[in-house]
C-alpha cells in the first residue's frame, strides 16, 4: 500500500524538476540562453497544482519579495459582454503568457518617497505645477473660484494648482498617515521611471488582466462574478450616489492602504478599485504623437455602477502619458 504516496512524490518532483530546474536557485540567465530556473518552493507548488502562492515568497530575494508569480499559459481575455463598447473590452481573446512577476501591491507613498529621495525626481505633475483633484476635496468656495478649470465632460474634476503626489488630497495636504496609500498624481512616465529604479517595469495590459482574472475564465472580478461575496467589501470603489453623496461602506472615500483588499489567488491586492493604474500599452497601437494615451486597469474609489463600471478585469480606460489625477497610481511587472 505505501507505493502508491510514493509513485506520487517521484512524479511529482520528477515533474517539478524538469519543468522548473528546481534545483538550481540563480535566477540569472544561463549563458546558453536557457530560461532561468524558479525558486524551490514555486516550482513545488506548481507541480502540485497549488493556486495559492502566497505563502511560498517569504525566502525569496528582496526584489522580487513583495511580488506574486504569475503562471504563463492560455488566458482568455477580454469579454463578449462589453459593458462599454467603446472601450473596446472586446472581443473575447485568447492570449498565451510567459511567466512573469507582479507586484502584489499598488506602489505605496512611501516606496515612490525612496524612488524620489534616491533620485532627486520631479513628477510631471510638480512640473506643470497643478493636477485634477475630485470636487469633494474642495471647499464650496474653493469650488466657485476654480469652476472654470473644471473637466468639461467630468465636472467633478478641477485643475488645482500645487497639488502633487506630495499633496494629494489638496494643496495644503500632506502624506501623514499616507505612507501606506498608493501614491497618486503620477503621470505615465513617472510610473515607467519609478519601474526602471525599482528594476522592473510596467505590466502590458494583457499581463495586469491576466493577473487580475486569478487563472479564472470569464468572471467579472479577480474572485468572480459575486461584486460581495457573503455580503463583504472586496474592493474599493463608491457606495451611494454619484458624485454626491459617498456613503463609504466600504471604509474608504478615498484611497485605501495598498495591502487591503486581498482579490485573487495571486495574492493580488486592490487590482480593482482603489486606484486606476498605468499599464504599458499604448491605447491606440498606431499613435505616434508626442503625448498618446495609455491603457489603464481596473476602476478607482471613485467608481460607482451607475456611471464608471469599470472595477471590473475586462475593462479598460486611457489618458494621455502626462496626465496625473487623485485617483490613478500604477504597479510594476517584471520578467520572470
Ligand atoms: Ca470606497
Ligand atoms: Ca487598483
Known amino acids: 500500500m505505501k507505493t502508491i504516496p510514493i509513485f506520487i512524490w ?49 525566502e525569496l530575494e528582496a526584489e522580487i519579495a513583495d511580488m506574486s508569480l504569475i503562471p504563463g499559459g492560455s488566458y482568455l481575455l477580454g469579454t463578449d459582454n462589453p459593458h462599454f ?90 502624506l501623514e498617515n499616507l505612507g501606506r496609500h498608493p501614491v497618486v498624481h503620477v503621470s505615465w512616465r513617472d510610473a515607467v521611471e519609478y519601474c526602471k529604479w525599482v528594476g522592473k517595469r510596467l505590466p502590458t495590459e494583457v499581463e495586469w488582466e491576466s493577473a487580475c482574472r486569478g487563472g479564472k475564465d470569464r468572471k467579472l472580478y479577480p474572485w468572480g462574478n459575486k461584486l460581495m461575496p457573503r455580503g463583504e467589501h472586496w474592493t474599493n470603489i463608491w457606495q451611494g450616489d454619484f458624485p454626491d453623496g459617498n456613503l463609504a461602506d466600504d471604509g474608504f472615500e478615498f484611497t485605501s492602504p495598498v495591502d487591503t483588499f486581498r482579490q485573487n489567488v495571486y495574492d493580488l491586492h486592490n487590482m480593482v478599485g482603489n486606484v486606476w493604474e498605468w499599464t504599458a500599452d499604448l491605447w491606440d497601437a498606431n499613435d505616434v504623437s508626442d503625448n498618446p494615451n495609455r491603457v489603464k486597469k481596473g476602476g478607482s474609489y471613485l467608481c460607482h455602477k451607475s456611471y464608471c463600471y469599470r472595477y471590473r478585469c475586462a475593462a479598460r480606460s486611457q489618458n494621455t502619458e502626462d496626465s496625473s489625477a487623485g485617483n490613478l497610481g500604477f504597479r510594476c511587472a517584471k520578467n520572470a
Not at 510631471?124 to 469652476?147: H, I, V
Open 85 to 174: 463598447p467603446a472601450d473596446r473590452e472586446g472581443p473575447e481573446r485568447q492570449v498565451k503568457l510567459e511567466d512573469f512577476y507582479m507586484d502584489k501591491y499598488e506602489v505605496s507613498n512611501d516606496a515612490f518617497a525612496k524612488f524620489v529621495l534616491d533620485t532627486n525626481y520631479t513628477t510631471e505633475a510638480e512640473r506643470f505645477g497643478d493636477s485634477f483633484l475630485f470636487k469633494s476635496l474642495l471647499s464650496p468656495s474653493e469650488q466657485r473660484e476654480l469652476e472654470d478649470f473644471r473637466v468639461a465632460s467630468a465636472v467633478w474634476w478641477y485643475k488645482v494648482a500645487g497639488v502633487s503626489w506630495r499633496h494629494p488630497n489638496g494643496v495644503d495636504s500632506s
Open 10 to 58: 517521484i512524479f511529482l518532483f520528477h515533474d517539478a524538476s524538469s519543468d522548473c530546474g528546481c534545483q538550481k536557485l540563480d535566477r540569472n540567465t544561463t549563458p546558453d540562453g536557457e530560461k532561468a530556473p524558479l525558486p524551490d518552493q514555486v516550482c513545488q507548488q506548481r507541480a502540485q497544482g497549488a493556486s495559492h502562492y502566497r505563502d511560498y515568497y517569504g
